[in-house]
């Protein structure tokens, strides 16, 4: 619940905030920002207790969710409207390909460092934690990286300004 709350109403806000101007790389960077502080603290709070895990999970949960709408849009911005439907298709088959992926190794990592109860909650928990956190930051550095660097993009619409119309 504290991670699934979040990841409803945080594509709500982001629109709003690409709505009122702010870019949309700011809100990617923020996010993946939001995304590592949040599994860093839940990494934190894992052996401390589940109130302060909720707190995190909460804010991991804002993270994921003011991206998850934002990533569609900016990639079906880049097609022209007659290929729209089928990477509308493509993008949610491997979303949710990947998601399951995830989920089942995540799961078979945490199953791996599982001896009794404690074990698995706060070895495999750690691990788990520091991986998704190191790749979390790897895709921050990317998308900070990449931020910078100009997008050409094509309107099938407009000619070129080399092209003549007749």
């Known amino acids: 619940m504290f991670l699934t709350l979040p990841v409803l109403v945080a594509p709500l806000v982001a629109g709003r905030l690409v709505a009122r101007g702010t870019g949309v ?21 894992a052996p401390v207790g589940q109130a302060w895990m909720a707190l995190s999970m909460a804010v991991v949960g804002v993270g994921f969710g003011l ?10 911005a880049q097609l022209p409207d007659s290929e729209a439907g089928m990477a509308a298709g493509w993008v949610n088959t491997v979303r949710l390909g990947t998601e399951a992926i995830g989920v089942s ?37 990317a998308s900070a990286f990449l931020r910078g660097r100009p997008r050409p993009r094509k309107d099938p619409a407009r000619p070129a300004a080399d092209t003549e119309v007749r």
């Open 25 to 45: 790389d700011k809100v990617f960077v923020r996010s993946i920002a939001l995304l590592v502080a949040g599994l860093v603290a839940t990494g934190a709070a």
């Open 67 to 76: 991206q998850a709408g934002l990533v569609d849009g900016e990639a079906l």
């Open 105 to 141: 190794l995540f799961g078979s990592l945490f199953a791996s460092f599982a001896g009794d109860t404690t074990h698995a909650s706060r070895q495999g928990f750690a691990v788990i934690t520091i991986g998704t956190v190191v790749l979390a930051a790897a895709v921050g550095v």
